[in-house]
């Protein structure tokens, strides 16, 4: 099946770090999205990307549709505590596939 | 509050025993799905279902059952429980397949087999 390789698998930075982390996949997507996992929580939606090379925002979140349709990058600026958390990518629809997940640790 | 509600939150149980976990969504929503949660594989889709009574394998359904006889449920069915099912269960839903962001995440069945 379609697999999706996010990287790194667990980054351990300084509060007010900027953080980057992406997804790549064999496949092509159409739609690639990005949510955050709390402790003991379901994951949360944080941004959605439609369109290759779409660059959209959400606070300190930016994430990019890559051109070729087949990666996504997230970017994190200025990070703070409550940043803490898995994050994971998403493409596709109907059978879902999602990445392994980005967990984010934060010294303060 | 629009929500999907799982349980139970934490299950221990012995191999072979047949068990069920729930999932409701007051939504309406068409589109149900199950996750298996474990480290460093990310969230693996179990089944889902497009509709009442369709249901569709995942990536990782062996082992498992599905049922979807009322558009608010969508129980989770291991009949023959193993250890290797041991994992952090989630249910999610949405309007529709396409329907990202109102795709929403129950809390999680934590389950250990021994």
């Known amino acids: 099946g379609q697999q999706l390789n996010q990287s790194p698998q667990s980054m351990f930075i300084q509060e007010g770090e900027d953080v980057s982390m992406n997804c790549t996949s064999s496949?092509?997507?159409?739609?690639w999205l990005w949510y955050k996992q709390d402790p003991g929580e379901g994951p949360v939606l944080l941004i959605a990307l439609y369109k290759a090379g779409e660059l959209t925002s959400n606070g300190r979140l930016t994430a990019q549709f890559g051109i070729t349709r087949k990666d996504s990058f997230l970017n994190i600026s200025a990070s703070i505590p409550s940043d803490v958390g898995i994050y994971f990518c998403?493409?596709?629809?109907?059978?879902?596939?999602f990445g392994q997940g980005t967990r984010l640790t934060i010294n303060p | 509050e629009a929500q999907v509600t799982q349980n139970p939150r934490y299950l221990i149980t012995v191999t072979g025993k047949k068990l069920t976990v729930t999932c409701s969504q007051n939504m309406n929503h068409e589109y149900m799905s199950w996750y298996r949660q474990d480290p460093g594989l990310g969230l693996r889709q179990i089944y889902y279902?497009?509709?009442?009574?369709?249901?569709d394998k995942g990536d990782v359904p062996e082992g498992y059952k599905v049922s979807r006889k009322e558009k608010r449920n969508f129980p989770l069915i291991l009949e023959s429980p193993s250890p290797n099912q041991t994992s952090l269960y989630f249910c999610a839903s949405s309007l529709d397949a396409v329907d990202n962001y109102g795709y929403t995440f129950g809390s999680g069945t934590r389950l250990t087999v021994v």
């Open positions: 998403r493409g596709g629809a109907q059978k879902l596939v």
């Open positions: 279902s497009m509709n009442v009574e369709v249901t």
């Open positions: 496949s092509i997507f159409n739609t």
